[in-house]
């Protein structure tokens, strides 16, 4: 393996690039579990959120991130990656819409993200970035999306997913829940209980506002007055709520 693993684009003689698994790794390494779900007419993304230090202004950490005022993405892995992923994906937005007239959908968003991170892959120069990206929006054609991106380059659209190291007990739980369903079931706030539920679940933690972030399109609009499609994080005080009717139902 030593032979192989010091060069980015050759394969090893099992066909396996070691740069790109590395990435996949750095995304579990940050030790920080995120999930998305779609409903039937909104799309949330959750994650945890840890500050490393008390000194640490906590407002200043986030993997929740507006690409643009429809699309929305939640960011796992290396935060240093993802803040430039999130400029670069930021930047293709703006050019769509200032080319197009209108906002950049975000099936498109995700092929295009993909696509650079494919050739990441592919430049000794370049290195793979040890993020994955989970894209939401309310698109006015296909209703709620969500798609996934990988340091790969591969892309997909889904009805529930996760990244992070529990990753795969998120995913059993969630298929369970949406067994031959098309979208989880309810308004925007049990969509959001769901994802709760889910993440407290598998990680086996009770949360506090704090410990959470939430992205959500299709939910209330900041005044509290009637639903927007565009993508906005929740407050604390949202966040509360929500946990509040967890404990209240249980």
């Known amino acids: 393996m030593s032979g192989?693993?010091?060069?980015?684009?050759?394969?090893?003689?099992?066909?396996?690039?070691?740069?790109?698994?590395?990435?996949?790794k750095a995304i579990t390494s940050a030790n920080i579990t995120s999930i998305g779900i779609r409903g039937k007419d909104c799309a949330v993304v959750l994650s945890q959120k840890k500050v490393a230090d008390k000194l640490i202004d906590p407002s200043s950490v986030s993997h929740v991130f507006r690409i643009s005022p429809s699309v929305g993405c939640v960011m796992t892995g290396s935060i240093a990656d993802a803040r430039a992923s999130v400029d670069r994906a930021r930047g293709e937005a703006a050019e769509f819409r200032y080319k197009f007239?209108?906002?950049?959908?975000?099936?498109?968003?995700?092929?295009?993200?993909?696509?650079?991170?494919?050739?990441?892959?592919?430049?000794?120069?370049?290195?793979?970035?040890?993020?994955?990206?989970?894209l939401i929006s309310v698109d006015d054609e296909n209703g709620p999306s969500l798609y996934k991106c990988d340091p790969a380059g591969y892309y997909v659209g889904y009805k529930a997913t996760a990244s992070g190291p529990k990753q795969q007990e998120a995913l059993n739980y969630l298929e369970k829940k949406l067994k031959?369903?098309?979208?989880?079931?309810?308004?925007?706030?049990e969509v959001v209980e769901l994802g709760i539920t889910a993440l407290s679940n598998v990680l086996s933690v009770d949360f506090k506002k704090h410990e959470l972030e939430i992205g959500i399109v299709g939910g209330p609009k900041a005044d509290g007055e009637g639903t927007t499609t565009g993508f906005r994080a929740l407050t604390e005080e949202e966040i509360d709520e929500r946990l509040q009717a967890i404990a209240e139902k249980d």
């Not at 995700?110 to 650079?116: E, H």
């Open 4 to 24: 192989y693993d010091r060069h980015i684009t050759i394969f090893s003689d099992q066909g396996r690039l070691y740069q790109v698994e590395y990435a996949f």
């Open 101 to 134: 007239g209108y906002e950049m959908p975000c099936d498109v968003l995700a092929k295009r993200l993909a696509n650079i991170n494919q050739v990441y892959t592919q430049r000794a120069y370049m290195r793979p970035l040890g993020v994955a990206t989970t």
């Open 180 to 189: 031959n369903k098309d979208s989880a079931q309810g308004n925007w706030e």
